[in-house]
């Protein structure tokens, strides 16, 4: 089955640097790779996704980037502020059956220091 | 805007007891997924339903139990609580048979004695 890892577990950024969070996936038929933030106490939402035709989006701060070929894809956040503190968490998924899974990374817990 | 409900925002139960946490959505989605989260492991998949009475295992269903008798509505059963059991449990849901955008419940802490 699908296994992600996530790296780093913990992250703080001066605010208004870049945050870059990495993620591997083990599964080579895996082809949609979502990003959740999860404020604390709230429940997670999808901020960007990306799937597997594509090796880059953007939107607005945030990007992701993947690399099918390492089976790797991270989270970029540009001119950090303090409203991006929280845990990302990435994910991976097959989209080709009818009982296709999420799998979600460990988290990452990102602080934006003033 | 999608409303994914559980029942419960907090439950305390004694080990041996068996807990019923209750999910329903309001958009008809067909998909809809129960994980744990724990602090360091992120959200662990235990159980999750492509249609309605289908159910599919997820990376951890040991100790779990669920059922989808009616569309909107997806229950996780612990048969028998244990207290590695204790933790938060996030219902979602999403549309369609393919992977696409999970939408999440509010979450169940559940704290095992």
């Known amino acids: 089955g699908e296994n992600v890892e996530q790296h780093p577990s913990t992250l703080s950024v001066q605010e208004g640097d870049s945050a870059v969070i990495k993620c591997t996936y083990s599964d080579s038929a895996s082809n949609y790779f979502p990003w959740y933030k999860q404020e604390l106490g709230k429940r997670p939402q999808l901020i960007i996704d990306i799937r597997s035709n594509v090796g880059e989006k953007k939107d607005q701060r945030i990007a992701v980037t993947l690399n099918k070929t390492a089976k790797h894809f991270s989270l970029h956040i540009t001119e950090t502020q303090p409203e991006d503190s929280a845990v990302y968490f990435c994910a991976a998924t097959s989209m080709d059956s009818s009982a296709s899974k999420i799998i979600f990374g460990s988290g990452t817990r990102l602080s934006i220091r003033p | 805007d999608v409303k994914v409900t559980q029942s419960s925002r907090y439950l305390v139960k004694r080990t041996g007891e068996k807990v019923f946490l209750e999910c329903v959505q309001d958009m008809d989605h067909e998909n809809m997924f129960w994980y744990r989260q724990d602090p360091g492991l992120g959200l662990r998949l235990i159980y999750f339903?492509?249609?309605?009475?289908?159910?599919e295992k997820g990376d951890i269903p040991e100790g779990y139990s669920v059922s989808r008798e009616k569309k909107e509505r997806f229950s996780l059963i612990l048969e028998s609580a244990s207290t590695n059991q204790t933790s938060m449990y996030l219902c979602?849901?999403?549309?369609?048979?393919?992977?696409?955008?999970?939408?999440f419940g509010s979450g169940t802490q559940l704290s095992v004695l």
């Open positions: 339903s492509y249609d309605v009475k289908m159910k």
């Open positions: 979602a849901s999403s549309a369609s048979g393919t992977a696409e955008k999970l939408f």
